[in-house]
């Protein structure tokens, strides 16, 4: 007989389960207390809302489902904006949350919440463990969900009576992943894609989920396409080649006019989202490859589909492919005005194989259009929530699964949000350069009231703070980038600095 805190982490330890983020309190303290028995690394964050963000940027930079524990009530509560966002982004995400004993459940106990019923929309899908017995069978249900099909967050809620309880440890074998898979059409889509003259790649978020990055390449090298992609899917297509033609998007005329010319859209994870909602598809032949069976048709209609991961619907639809006369479209080449995307650029310079996670705001959109990103899984950022504060805890994340270098590109609004996580970046000596872009505003609050509310700034001014002085303070190191200082002297230093930095990147406000 083992304690189900125990059976707990047996069994993540069998699923491969090396490093855990999450803050301790009395409803999980029997999780903590075994914790230095197992193989499994644990992160303390600053903040709860850290950790959810830090084991969601382990997933991301990984591929590896994501694991954070929280305490009952405001423990749990303060996961549900990093829950939300592995829902919306597909990201394959284990939260472990502790509550009051299964007698004291609705009695508006002290930290008593019902995080089950809270979380129900942003879930795959979500447990109460009522017994010892059960445990060990739905952690593995658990990661078996949150990684199969459409990924995303699962959560496990455990009362304490349950977790300080005990039960047969039986060993249960790991399943194996099973996704739907529909290639009924195979046939159909390759005939589309052979009779085509001029095929559109469009490239989205599944592409890296599912680790297509060789079987699109394969693609492309066969039918000679123009590429485009989706924020999610940037990496997923080495932004170098030929025929890219960069974020698929309003303000991109390049991709616009690409798929304008096209007589074929190829969608490879595509969710067709309102951020690509207006891009003309009118007439346009589709042939849609998706995982999920609810976006086909969902947004855009469809002239034939394959149903599955996207990696292995490739694998099968690639011999039906044949050939093309190579084309020659030439490569993508932003054209750089702003000291904003000057500091981009010599970032990709300078350090192109870096692992880049983003805040959310003006910087996020610079660093998506100028940094070359070649590889995927090397840009990480919360495209479908969209959520300021989400960088610092998913750079943490990124750089523990790695062990590569990171930059987080932010702003001087997001980085308010979560700056207390840079003591843990500094605790732990992460190599990770923090890139901020301070323009005293909330920079894409004030262009949205700029252009929609005829200048009518409100709420969107923000006080001067030093933040290479707060680096300094938690520890790190802090450098000042200003209007007349090199770009690339200053970036060279704080990249080659042993310590984690804050580059307090002064930004004119004419660039908003």
């Known amino acids: ?103 004291e459940l609705g009695h508006d106990c002290f930290q008593e919440v019902d995080i089950f019923g809270i979380t129900m929309p942003i879930v795959k899908y979500s447990y109460i463990v009522t017994s010892p017995a059960d445990l060990e069978k739905i952690v593995l249900q658990a990661f078996k969900i949150a990684h199969q099909g459409r990924k995303g967050p699962v959560l496990i809620d455990i009362p304490f009576d349950v977790l300080t309880g005990e039960a047969e440890y039986l060993d249960l074998p790991v399943e194996e992943e099973n996704s739907p898979c529909d290639l009924g059409q195979i046939n159909e889509v390759a005939k589309m894609i052979n009779e085509s003259q001029k095929p559109f790649l469009f490239v989205g978020g599944g592409a890296i989920s599912s680790d297509a990055f060789d079987e699109i390449k394969a693609l492309n090298e066969k039918i000679h396409a123009k590429v485009g992609v989706t ?69 855009v209609p469809t002239t034939s589909y394959l149903l599955g991961d996207l990696k292995t619907a490739l694998g099968h639809l690639l011999p039906f492919v044949d050939a093309k006369d190579k084309k020659s479209h030439g490569g993508y080449i932003p054209v750089i005005n702003h000291r904003s995307e000057k500091i981009i650029s010599a970032l990709g310079r300078l350090c192109p194989d870096a692992v880049v996670v983003t805040d959310v705001g003006l910087h996020q959109i610079c660093a998506a259009k100028f940094f070359p990103f070649r590889a995927p899984r090397t840009f990480l950022t919360s495209g479908g929530l969209g959520v300021m504060g989400f960088g610092m805890g998913a750079a943490i994340g990124a750089a523990l699964s790695t062990g590569k ?32 872009f301070d323009n005293s505003s909330l920079g894409l609050i004030k262009r949205l009231q700029k252009k ?24 790190g190191k802090g450098f000042k980038l200003s209007s007349h200082d090199d770009i690339e002297k200053t970036l060279t230093s704080a990249l080659n600095c042993p310590k984690p930095v804050i580059v307090d990147c002064e930004i004119p406000q004419s660039e908003i």
Request: hydrophobic letters at 40%.
């Open 405 to 436: 270098k990171i930059i987080l590109i932010t702003g001087d609004g997001s980085l308010r949000m979560n700056i207390g996580e840079f003591e843990t970046a500094v605790k732990l000596n992460i190599p990770l350069t923090v890139l901020c």
């Open 231 to 299: 924020f999610m899917a940037l990496g997923s297509v080495d932004s170098t080649c030929d025929g890219y033609v960069g974020i698929v998007e309003d303000t991109n005329p390049t991709a616009l006019d690409a798929i304008k010319e096209s007589d074929l859209i190829i969608s490879l994870g595509v969710r067709f989202s309102n951020r690509n909602k207006s891009i003309s598809l009118k007439g346009k032949k589709m042939a849609q490859i998706d995982v999920d069976k609810a976006e086909i048709d969902k947004n």
């Open 1 to 103: 007989m083992y304690k189900a805190a125990d059976i707990l982490l047996k069994t993540l330890t069998k699923l491969g389960v090396d490093t855990v983020f999450g803050y301790p309190g009395s409803s999980v303290l029997p999780v903590y207390d075994r914790i230095p028995d197992y193989p499994i690394r644990h992160i303390l964050t600053a903040h709860e809302q850290g950790a959810s963000f830090a084991a969601s940027g382990y997933a991301r930079s990984s591929g590896k489902t994501g694991v954070v524990i929280a305490t009952s009530g405001p423990g749990a509560t303060n996961l549900v904006t990093g829950i939300a966002d592995a829902f919306m982004d597909s990201v394959p995400l284990v939260a472990i949350t502790g509550n009051v004993k299964l007698s």
């Open 452 to 475: 929609q509310y005829k200048r009518n700034y409100v709420e969107c001014e923000l006080s001067k703070l030093n933040f290479a002085s707060l680096a300094d303070c938690y520890g």
